[in-house]
């Protein structure tokens, strides 16, 4: 019973979207209506500006990464065993893309994930927003640099053997990449949007 209210409360942190009450909260907008629609980050900086897009972000990833904690907070395990926050994790990223607040409609789970791998794993957490940072400047393409970072953290997770990881990072990748599938098309099209700088900006701009 307690296992269950708790991954009830995990469901329930992930399922807040900051992105669309920050918005109507503190700037009267709904991010949902401009943009890309989407309530995550990246769409929130597009609409909303720099402070209010950093400040969905870190909430975001603290939601995943305090759902991740709660099984260590009070003390319950299941058969995963060690991986059991991870379940709590993935239960907040369903709330996330599901959320009970916005119609069982939601984000992308790209700082959901990140905030459950901060809780589960400091160092590949550490890992992992080194290579979204560095692929960001290298493509100006925060969708493009989700999916290449997500990819790379499942082959990191292999080879150090952590089996759970593996898998669960295997399923949020191909996750990922489905949600995205808009932006795939745009990337080949060569109209994604970008971030106002880093190398892929620069050649876009000189090619104009």
Same mark, same amino acid.
């Given at each position: ?43 929130? +900086? ?16 603290? %939601? ?22 991870? &379940?709590?994790?993935?239960?907040? @990223? &369903?709330?996330?893309?599901?959320? @009970?607040?916005?119609?069982? %409609? ?9 905030? =459950? ?5 400091? &160092? ?6 080194? &290579? ?8 100006? =393409? ?9 990819? #790379?953290?499942? #082959? ?21 990449? +489905? ?21 892929? +900006? %620069? ?6």
């Amino acid at each position: 019973m307690k296992l269950f209210g708790l991954l009830i409360v995990a469901y329930l942190l992930g399922a807040i979207p900051n992105g669309v009450w920050v918005g109507k909260a503190f700037f009267q907008t709904d991010i949902r209506q401009s943009g890309s629609g989407n309530i995550g980050t990246t769409n929130t +900086y597009r609409v909303l500006g720099p402070y209010a897009g950093t400040a969905v972000m870190v909430l975001d990833i603290a %939601k995943g990464s305090v759902a991740t904690l709660l099984p260590t907070l009070f003390h319950v395990t299941t058969i995963l065993g060690t991986a059991t926050p991870l &379940l709590f994790g993935l239960f907040a @990223i &369903l709330g996330h893309t599901v959320s @009970i607040f916005d119609h069982f %409609k939601g984000g992308k789970a790209v700082a959901t994930s990140a905030g =459950m791998l901060l809780a589960y794993n400091p &160092l590949m957490f550490v890992i992992a927003a080194g &290579l979204w940072v560095s692929l960001i400047y290298w493509t100006s =393409m925060v969708s493009l640099a989700s999916m290449i970072a997500f990819s #790379l953290i499942t #082959l990191i997770s292999l080879a150090f053997q952590d089996w759970y990881l593996t898998g669960i990072a295997l399923v949020l990748t191909i996750f990922v990449f +489905y949600r995205h599938r808009s932006n795939i098309q745009r990337i080949r099209e060569g109209t994604e949007s970008m971030v106002p700088f880093g190398r892929g +900006y %620069k050649r876009r701009q000189a090619q104009k």
